[in-house]
């Protein structure tokens, strides 16, 4: 059950199946259109041309939520989303803090920022980077576990005067799993212990080559505290961004997924979503993981009123039916008989997940995007 054709693959790319067997013949492995190729190589092949990955479940299928790709032409360019990990302490919610003092439009506003799970940067030429606070290595994994892979760049902070420590390595596994490039953010270097070059020579033997050790993987030194090296981190993401030509096609209906969600007392359920291609809209009606709803209001990371979100975007999202779990997605749909159909189809699953141990099929696993 764990394969695909190498035409069927192609298909759901929108490649030509002859480029596919050809790029397997380089890899090593002859087969003809109409052979299976396992769940491994199919991944390979699916980053080899440049798509991503997108996890279909079957109960999604059969219920019509698969989803659809979006032709290439209506692709336009997104903001990257960038996730900082590291060890405890090592200064992320520090370097995140500084970041986001780095905003032009915040510092215009003079508003606080609120905190949402979620914020985006405008930088001094007008570029935005979407940033996600990340509650920890758990929730990165688990979202990913549960098919969100929202993360486009990881920054990893090392504090130069700790080195690589346990969590710096459990984050390096994570990325490489998630197969999401990395920029190395080499923190604390105003301490007088500092030894950046030591983070670098450390960090191959976790077979992660800087470029200043030959390899490609970026980094910078940086101090959060002294607000050093911010600007050369922030190009560092837009270079990487630029390679890659991130796109999503913003005139559909919006598909998301949740950041973060609670029950807030005076506003009922409250989700923060990170909308990841078409535009959602105040009044839309969405299936959002086993709950469904009408956008009610859409609040951005500046705490303001906003009537639409494109890709890219975080929100809050007010109007939820119950408060749905992280790595949720969100889906618009034509009418609210139909979340609430999607919505109770998946309720039900749930249920029957709890009771059977049903095992997993990955025939409907690929879907290519972008
Ligand atoms: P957890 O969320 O607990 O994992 O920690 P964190 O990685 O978010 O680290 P945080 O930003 O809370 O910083 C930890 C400590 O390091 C704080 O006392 C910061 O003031 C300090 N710190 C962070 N960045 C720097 C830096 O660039 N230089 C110096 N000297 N101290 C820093
Ligand atoms: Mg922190």
Same mark, same amino acid.
Do not use: W
């Given at each position: ?17 002859? !480029? ?106 007008? !570029? ?87 390899? !490609? ?46 029950? !807030? ?106």
């Amino acid at each position: 059950p764990e394969s695909i054709t190498v035409q069927e693959l192609a298909n759901r790319m929108a490649e030509k199946g002859a !480029d596919l067997v050809k790029a397997l013949f380089k890899m090593g492995t002859a087969v003809t259109l109409n052979q299976p190729i396992d769940q491994d190589t199919a991944e390979l092949l699916v980053e080899e041309f440049g798509h991503r990955i997108q996890r279909v479940s079957e109960a999604d299928v059969e219920i019509g939520m698969e989803g659809e790709v979006d032709a290439p032409e209506t692709l336009k360019p997104r903001a990257p989303v960038v996730t900082i990990m590291g060890h405890v302490d090592h200064g992320k919610t520090s370097l995140l803090d500084a970041l986001r003092g780095t905003d032009v439009v915040a510092g215009e506003s003079g508003g606080i920022t609120q905190h949402i799970g979620a914020y985006q940067v405008t930088t001094k030429k007008g !570029d935005v980077i979407t940033f996600l606070d990340t509650p920890g290595h758990e929730a990165f994994s688990e979202m990913r576990a549960r098919g969100a892979n929202v993360t486009d760049i990881v920054i990893l902070v090392v504090a130069a005067d700790d080195g690589l420590m346990p969590q710096t390595i459990e984050a390096i596994n994570h990325t490489k799993a998630a197969g999401v490039p990395m920029i190395v953010a080499i923190n604390k270097c105003d301490k007088p212990e500092a030894n950046p070059q030591k983070v670098r020579e450390r960090l191959l033997s976790e077979e992660i080559v800087v470029e200043d050790m030959g390899g !490609d993987v970026q980094d910078v030194e940086v101090s959060a505290l002294k607000k050093t090296g911010l600007d050369e981190l922030i190009d560092k993401i837009l270079l990487q961004a630029e390679v890659m030509e991130l796109t999503a096609n913003p005139d559909r209906q919006a598909e998301g997924n949740v950041i973060e969600a609670q029950l !807030d007392k005076g506003r009922g359920a409250v989700a923060t979503v990170l909308v990841r291609k078409g535009t959602l809209k105040v009044g839309d009606t969405f299936v959002i993981g086993a709950e469904s709803g009408k956008v009610r209001a859409l609040v951005n990371d500046k705490g303001q009123n906003v009537k639409v979100a494109g890709p890219s975007t975080p929100v809050e999202v007010l109007g939820l039916s119950g408060v749905p779990l992280a790595g949720d997605q969100l889906t618009v749909v034509e009418n609210e008989a139909r979340a609430r159909e999607v919505a109770a189809y998946r309720q039900e699953q749930a249920t029957k997940k709890r009771t059977t141990t049903a095992p997993t099929s990955f025939e409907h696993m690929f879907s290519a995007l972008n």
